[in-house]
């Protein structure tokens, strides 16, 4: 809950909790705009991974890295 105090402080304005219990799951945050604030804080916890993901028209897309 340490995180969505956190990016709420910062700006963001909704939020996103998935998972199924146990270790793992993710959190999104919607907004700010300038989201910079809020991703140093959170990324000041060094609890998180933060994935730099945008919602675009076309839909999700796999991408193999291998």
């Given at each position: 809950?340490?995180?969505?105090?956190?990016?709420?402080?910062?700006?963001?304005?909704?939020?996103?909790?998935?998972?199924?219990?146990?270790?793992?799951?993710?959190v999104s945050f919607l907004g700010p705009e300038d989201?910079?604030?809020?991703?140093?804080?959170?990324?000041?916890?060094?609890?998180?991974?933060?994935?730099?993901?945008?919602?675009?028209?076309?839909?999700?897309?796999?991408?193999?890295?291998?």
């Amino acid at each position: 809950w340490e995180a969505i105090d956190i990016a709420r402080r910062k700006g963001a304005i909704g939020w996103k909790v998935n998972g199924a219990g146990g270790d793992g799951g993710t959190v999104s945050f919607l907004g700010p705009e300038d989201p910079g604030e809020m991703l140093a804080a959170l990324e000041g916890l060094g609890l998180l991974t933060i994935l730099d993901l945008k919602p675009t028209q076309d839909g999700a897309h796999v991408v193999d890295k291998n």
